[in-house]
Protein backbone atom coordinates (compact mmCIF):
# COMPACT_ATOMS: atom_id res chain seq x y z
CA UNK A 1 0.00 0.00 0.00
CA UNK A 2 1.67 3.19 -1.10
CA UNK A 3 -0.97 6.90 -0.04
CA UNK A 4 -0.05 9.60 -2.04
CA UNK A 5 -0.57 13.16 -1.00
CA UNK A 6 -0.33 15.98 -3.57
CA UNK A 7 0.17 19.45 -3.07
CA UNK A 8 1.08 22.98 -5.14
CA UNK A 9 -1.46 23.64 -6.72
CA UNK A 10 -3.39 26.79 -7.09
CA UNK A 11 -4.13 30.06 -9.16
CA UNK A 12 -1.85 31.30 -11.55
CA UNK A 13 -1.79 33.68 -14.46
CA UNK A 14 -1.26 32.59 -17.86
CA UNK A 15 2.42 32.63 -18.53
CA UNK A 16 2.92 31.83 -14.97
CA UNK A 17 4.58 28.60 -13.10
CA UNK A 18 3.82 26.04 -10.11
CA UNK A 19 5.06 23.33 -8.83
CA UNK A 20 3.32 20.06 -7.62
CA UNK A 21 4.38 17.86 -5.17
CA UNK A 22 3.33 14.11 -4.35
CA UNK A 23 4.59 12.88 -1.38
CA UNK A 24 4.53 9.06 -1.13
CA UNK A 25 3.37 7.61 2.70
CA UNK A 26 6.38 4.87 2.00
CA UNK A 27 9.85 4.67 0.00
CA UNK A 28 9.21 5.20 -4.03
CA UNK A 29 12.45 3.36 -4.73
CA UNK A 30 10.47 0.19 -5.54
CA UNK A 31 7.71 1.41 -7.50
CA UNK A 32 8.24 0.76 -10.96
CA UNK A 33 6.60 3.97 -12.62
CA UNK A 34 5.18 7.19 -11.53
CA UNK A 35 3.24 9.80 -13.48
CA UNK A 36 0.93 12.66 -13.17
CA UNK A 37 -2.79 12.95 -14.60
CA UNK A 38 -5.10 15.73 -15.04
CA UNK A 39 -8.91 15.83 -15.46
CA UNK A 40 -11.04 19.24 -16.29
CA UNK A 41 -14.44 19.55 -16.25
CA UNK A 42 -16.28 17.41 -18.55
CA UNK A 43 -13.39 15.58 -20.08
CA UNK A 44 -11.52 12.61 -19.59
CA UNK A 45 -9.07 12.12 -17.43
CA UNK A 46 -5.24 11.58 -19.23
CA UNK A 47 -1.61 11.39 -18.84
CA UNK A 48 -0.14 14.34 -18.54
CA UNK A 49 3.73 12.78 -17.73
CA UNK A 50 5.51 9.68 -17.00
CA UNK A 51 8.66 9.07 -15.51
CA UNK A 52 9.55 4.97 -15.71
CA UNK A 53 11.42 3.34 -13.08
CA UNK A 54 14.63 3.60 -15.53
CA UNK A 55 14.38 7.54 -15.50
CA UNK A 56 12.45 7.50 -19.24
CA UNK A 57 10.21 10.12 -19.50
CA UNK A 58 7.35 10.91 -21.77
CA UNK A 59 5.01 14.01 -22.19
CA UNK A 60 1.67 14.28 -23.84
CA UNK A 61 2.15 16.91 -26.57
CA UNK A 62 0.40 20.20 -25.46
CA UNK A 63 3.04 20.13 -22.17
CA UNK A 64 6.22 19.31 -23.97
CA UNK A 65 9.03 21.73 -23.66
CA UNK A 66 6.75 23.78 -20.31
CA UNK A 67 6.13 20.32 -18.00
CA UNK A 68 8.95 18.82 -16.09
CA UNK A 69 8.52 15.30 -14.30
CA UNK A 70 11.05 14.42 -11.18
CA UNK A 71 11.82 12.16 -8.74
CA UNK A 72 13.76 12.87 -5.29
CA UNK A 73 13.99 9.05 -3.96
CA UNK A 74 15.42 10.58 -0.88
CA UNK A 75 11.86 12.43 0.08
CA UNK A 76 10.20 9.91 -1.57
CA UNK A 77 8.82 12.62 -3.63
CA UNK A 78 7.71 13.33 -6.82
CA UNK A 79 7.13 16.59 -8.74
CA UNK A 80 6.04 18.06 -11.93
CA UNK A 81 7.39 21.32 -12.93
CA UNK A 82 4.71 23.74 -14.56
CA UNK A 83 6.09 26.77 -16.97
CA UNK A 84 4.28 28.78 -18.99
CA UNK A 85 1.34 27.65 -17.79
CA UNK A 86 -1.89 28.17 -20.26
CA UNK A 87 -5.58 28.49 -19.17
CA UNK A 88 -6.48 25.30 -21.21
CA UNK A 89 -3.87 23.77 -18.22
CA UNK A 90 -6.65 24.60 -15.42
CA UNK A 91 -7.87 20.91 -14.07
CA UNK A 92 -7.26 18.85 -10.84
CA UNK A 93 -3.55 17.25 -11.92
CA UNK A 94 -3.20 13.60 -9.81
CA UNK A 95 -0.32 11.64 -9.04
CA UNK A 96 -0.35 7.99 -9.68
CA UNK A 97 2.19 5.15 -8.51
CA UNK A 98 2.54 1.87 -10.02
CA UNK A 99 3.58 -1.06 -8.75
CA UNK A 100 3.95 -4.65 -10.56
CA UNK A 101 3.90 -7.42 -7.92
CA UNK A 102 4.18 -11.65 -9.70
CA UNK A 103 2.72 -9.97 -12.38
CA UNK A 104 -0.02 -7.67 -11.00
CA UNK A 105 -0.13 -4.26 -11.38
CA UNK A 106 -1.42 -1.86 -8.74
CA UNK A 107 -1.81 1.45 -8.72
CA UNK A 108 -2.33 4.17 -6.37
CA UNK A 109 -3.69 7.65 -6.70
CA UNK A 110 -3.42 11.13 -4.38
CA UNK A 111 -6.47 12.50 -3.45
CA UNK A 112 -5.69 15.33 -6.22
CA UNK A 113 -4.37 19.01 -6.18
CA UNK A 114 -6.58 21.94 -8.67
CA UNK A 115 -4.69 23.87 -11.03
CA UNK A 116 -6.53 27.27 -12.48
CA UNK A 117 -4.91 29.18 -14.44
CA UNK A 118 -6.40 32.67 -15.41
CA UNK A 119 -6.08 34.78 -18.83
Known amino acids: QVQLVESGGGLVQAGGSLRLSCTASRSIGSINDMGWYRQAPGKQRELVAF???????KYTDSVKGRFTISRDNAKNTMYLQMNNLKPDDTAVYYC?????????????WGQGTQVTVSS
Open 96 to 108: NAATVIDGIRYDY
Open 51 to 57: LGSGGST
